[in-house]
């Protein structure tokens, strides 16, 4: 089973740029999903945007715009690049993978508790 380690996680102020990587143990193979979540104080865990099928989907309004993801296959990576970042983007980021068969997939719209979840990383954005 893969699994997932994120780092990048720091304290900046607003308006800065920051890059998330999440590294996974072995080659994510297709047609496993990938998606980066956030997990802000007093609301769930929501999903930020996803890679299926190789389609980006943004998730969050908030973000659109501002954050973006790429997949490298052959360095095992998922990178978040967060733009313009406001204070609302504080949260604790989460790589997560769903490798179930593809017709099971629902781009992270319906969550399973099959998913692979990394630890997650720190972000504080200050005003």
């Known amino acids: 089973q893969v699994h997932l380690v994120e780092s990048g996680g720091l304290s900046v102020q607003a308006g800065a740029f920051l890059k998330l990587s999440c590294v996974a143990s072995?080659?994510?193979?297709?047609?496993?999903?990938l998606a980066w979540y956030l997990h802000a104080p007093v609301i769930t865990r929501d999903v930020v945007l996803s890679?299926?099928?190789?389609?980006?989907?943004t998730h969050a309004e908030s973000v659109q715009g501002r954050f973006t993801v790429s997949r490298d296959n052959d360095k095992h990576t998922f990178d978040l690049q967060m733009s313009l970042l406001q204070t609302e983007d504080t949260a604790v980021y989460y790589c997560?993978?769903?490798?179930?068969?593809?017709?099971?997939?629902?781009?992270?719209?319906?969550?399973?508790?099959?998913?692979?979840w990394g630890q997650g990383t720190q972000v504080t954005v200050s005003s």
């Open positions: 890679i299926s099928n190789y389609k980006i989907t």
């Open positions: 997560t993978a769903d490798c179930r068969p593809l017709v099971l997939q629902t781009n992270f719209i319906v969550p399973s508790k099959s998913y692979v």
């Open positions: 072995i080659e994510v193979p297709y047609p496993c999903a």
